[in-house]
């Protein structure tokens, strides 16, 4: 007999851009937010009925609305007075998940006194995730399209070889990867203060890059391991990363059939297929808790 199981609803990727206006100099906030309720929900599933159910498009219209009353100050704060709003508002609702991506922009700078005019700022993407079941919180932060790049310091050799095997062993080669990570913060409950969530993620990432940069390299999986055990070490607000990071391949070009000699100087950019290297780094005494997937 079928039993229903693990169930939850919302509203995807309601974008919304929030503008502050300090006389000629503007503030804007750029978010893609999507909400999953779940909670006593088993009726509309099983017979149809909505009583319990908080219509997603009311969940679209409290995204506005919050951010005209109460601003956007972080991505973190914002999904936080969501997930708070929507479990404590509503007694069937037992659960709320808050995602966010964050899309920055860069103030361009003129020669007037007018402030108001930006560039996007790349592909990167902040990331942030709130749970909250009405006791304990949890917050996990991120960043996707850091895109990085040692052009040397760099080695692969000494690995499995069968018969299959064709790539020739790198003793100087490019290292790069997009960086995709989420750190998971030990703050879970109101009765202790919210870190600093701006400057947390501003620490979290200038550690990622600068274990990148500064880590000589034998293997992407060690540069991610220095990456990860940085931000643990340094920043005592997270306790549990995860970084996935494709390996960007750059291979030497052949230039022997035009007569010169490629010292490493040449490379062709592959963007697929690539190796995708994934791991978790922990603090020491810490449960894992970021989905693998």
Do not use: C
């Not at 050799?157 to 790539?167: E, I």
């Amino acid at each position: 007999m079928p039993t229903l199981g693990q169930n939850q609803y919302g509203k995807a990727e309601t974008r919304v851009v929030r503008v502050v206006r300090d006389g000629a100099v503007h503030h804007i906030k750029d978010l893609s937010v999507s909400v999953a309720l779940s909670g006593e929900m088993a009726a509309v599933h099983l017979s149809g009925s909505n009583a319990n159910v908080l219509t997603t498009d009311t969940t679209k219209n409290t995204v506005y609305a919050f951010a005209k009353e109460h601003g956007i100050d972080t991505a973190e704060e914002f999904g936080i007075r969501l997930a708070r709003h929507f479990v404590t508002g509503q007694e069937s609702i037992h659960r709320a998940r808050v995602r966010i991506e964050e899309y920055g922009w860069e103030r361009i700078e003129t020669s007037g006194s007018a402030q108001h005019s930006f560039v996007r700022r790349g592909q990167e993407v902040r990331t942030a995730q709130i749970g909250y079941d009405g006791e304990r919180w949890e917050v996990i932060s991120g960043l996707t399209g850091l895109t990085v790049l040692n052009t040397t310091d760099s080695e692969f050799w000494g690995y499995v070889k069968d018969r299959y095997t064709t790539l020739q062993e790198a003793h100087d080669r490019i290292l790069a990867t997009d960086v995709h990570a989420r750190w998971r913060y030990g703050w879970s409950d109101d009765t202790r203060p919210m870190p600093d969530w701006d400057h947390a993620h501003a620490e979290a990432r200038g550690h990622l890059l600068s274990a990148f940069a500064e880590t000589y390299s034998l293997s992407l999986q060690q540069t991610l391991y220095q990456m990860g055990a940085r931000v643990i070490e340094r920043r005592p607000e997270i306790d549990e990363i995860r970084l996935s990071l494709p390996n960007n391949h750059h291979f030497l070009v052949d230039l022997e059939p035009f007569g010169l000699t490629n010292d490493n100087e040449v490379y062709f950019a592959a963007d697929r297929p690539y190796g995708l290297i994934e791991a978790t780094v922990l603090r020491d005494g810490v449960e894992a808790r970021i989905p693998t997937d």
